[in-house]
């Protein structure tokens, strides 16, 4: 999958989760940029992030996100 794609689709289940189709993700998004991404919404968020891409992240690699950047490239790692 291109980086745009996987962009995009991120993007779309950042709007349907977080019920908010005004949500622009970039690389450097973060949970400052988007209202209700708290520690709790996150570990959902992160849930539903695999079952769309059907992927499985480990622990270390939830911890590592500082941003949708390091999601996307792991994201993009894992469909390889």
Known sequence: ???????????????????????????????????????????ELIHAIEINFQIVFNFDEVLSFKNVGDMVYCISYKLK
């Open 1 to 43: 999958m291109n980086h745009e794609k996987l962009m995009n689709q991120l993007e779309t289940v950042f709007r349907i989760f977080f019920k908010n189709d005004s949500i622009q993700l970039n690389e450097n998004s973060t949970a400052d940029d988007i209202a209700h991404w708290d520690s709790l919404s996150h570990l």
